[in-house]
């Protein structure tokens, strides 16, 4: 049976603190800075995610709580790096100040790197599931993040904003990469941490449900940038228009990415259907589409 979505958080955020570095070893600043922005709350939706697959999949949450808290880490890498100067230049995330702006260019980068690199030692160190289990969770990891995953995905994305690229036909697959990839990571590592002899089976209606809920999730990003405000959103709204970024909403308008969004959703729960018990799952992914940050 899954639990509410607070107990998940709750889960997370005591586990995160104890996989971390201590402040007081001698490159404290760079550990402070990964820990400012990891602290900085936010939505959680992906360690949830890696929480409530294990559970659906017929394991104890118990057992993929260092998986997901990879992802998490690896989340918060990406999303440091994103704010850079030299890549989305953003000011605020999550209501705070960016991590480059409290603490500098050089710490944000070196912050992201060591988040990056503590993903993988937190997935590879789970001792609650079996080795083979632990080395698939690195390798879901590991795809997300790389060439084709968010690496690749935000390289296209600057590409398309310096003109390298037509717009139209490369908006999904960026989306792909930047955003469905960590969360079919996140699924998956749930999915791998159960050891369910249906495996196979959840592996693929997982990623199939990733792929989607994450191009839903990133369409609703555009719209909110577009319709909501910077006190609900946490950051400054219209600045993906202000550094003439390309968005489904600036490429095919709010209409069509309502209609998309809501589109790439059903496609989400649909994929739901092969899994023993999907309440919870369900009602996280109809409230994501029509979340207001």
């Known amino acids: 049976m899954s639990r509410n979505i607070e107990e998940y958080i709750s889960m ?11 402040e007081k070893l001698p490159q404290g600043t760079v550990i402070k800075a990964a820990g400012y922005s990891l602290e900085a709350g936010g939505k959680r939706i992906r360690p949830v995610l890696t929480l409530a697959f294990c559970e659906m999949c017929g394991g104890r949450a118990e057992s993929a709580l260092d998986a997901a808290c990879a992802v998490e880490y690896l989340h918060t890498y990406s999303l440091i790096h994103d704010d850079l ?7 605020m995330r999550r209501g705070k100040p960016s991590c480059h702006k409290a603490f500098g260019e050089a710490a944000a980068l070196l912050a992201g790197d060591g988040l990056l690199t503590l993903a993988f030692g937190a997935a590879a160190g789970n001792k609650r599931v079996p080795p083979e289990a632990a080395v698939k969770c690195v390798s879901a990891l590991a795809e ?13 994305d600057k590409d398309m904003e310096n003109g390298g690229f037509e717009t139209a036909p490369l908006i999904l697959p960026m989306y792909s990469m930047k955003t469905s990839a960590l969360i079919k ?8 941490c159960a050891g369910s002899p249906d495996e196979a089976e959840y592996a693929e209606k997982a990623s199939e449900y990733a792929e989607n809920l994450g191009l839903a999730f990133q369409i ?11 006190e609900e959103l946490g950051k400054p709204i219209g600045s993906d228009a202000a550094q003439g970024k390309n968005t489904f909403v600036s490429v095919y308008g709010l209409d069509m990415a309502e209609i998309e969004a809501a589109d790439y959703t059903r496609r989400a729960l649909a994929a739901l259907e092969g899994f023993p018990d999907s309440s919870f799952v369900r009602e996280l992914t109809e409230n994501l589409l029509s979340r207001k940050k």
């Open 12 to 22: 997370t955020e005591g586990r995160l603190p104890e996989l971390f570095p201590s």
């Open 85 to 91: 100067p030299c890549m989305d230049n953003d000011d």
């Open 144 to 156: 997300a993040g790389g060439f084709t995953g968010i690496t690749g995905g935000q390289q296209l």
């Open 185 to 192: 990571a996140a699924c998956l590592c749930g999915v791998y």
């Open 220 to 230: 609703v990003d555009d719209i909110l940038d577009v319709t909501s405000t910077a």
